[in-house]
Nanobody, 120 residues
Framework: QVQLAESGGGLVQAGGSLRLSCAAS????????MGWYRQAPGKQRELVAG???????TYAESVKGRFTISRDNAKNTVYLQMNSLKPEDTAVYYC??????????????WGQGTQVTVSS
């Protein structure tokens, strides 16, 4: 069993910054891809940023230059540094982790979600 613990969401004014964290724990052999998704009310969940086990990153066009994803493999943790936040960034943010279990199985896990609200 694997658990994901998210933290770092909150309320911030436009132009401000927040840092999200997501730590994975449990029966983990290794972690492949990690990422952050978000879902705004009435909209589909979308990829915000992803990072591979080798450190390659990908970003949604809407956050390029403002958000930075990183990971600490020793801590099984992924981070999302969000700068220059805009009201349209308001959403529930979910971390996603592709875990290789001790059994050798690849399994996708999702965090419980953390609310990010940006006021204008």
């Amino acid at each position: 069993q694997v658990q994901l613990a998210e933290s770092g969401g909150g309320l911030v004014q436009a132009g401000g910054s927040l840092r999200l964290s997501c730590a994975a724990s449990g029966s983990i052999f290794s972690i492949n891809d990690m990422g952050w998704y978000r879902q705004a009310p009435g909209k589909q969940r979308e990829l915000v940023a992803g990072i591979s086990s080798g450190g390659s990153t990908t970003y949604a066009e809407s956050v390029k230059g403002r958000f930075t994803i990183s990971r600490d493999n020793a801590k099984n943790t992924v981070y999302l540094q969000m700068n220059s936040l805009k009201p349209e960034d308001t959403a529930v943010y979910y971390c996603h982790v592709m875990v290789v279990l001790n059994s050798g199985r690849f399994v996708n896990y999702w965090g419980q979600g953390t609310q990010v609200t940006v006021s204008s």
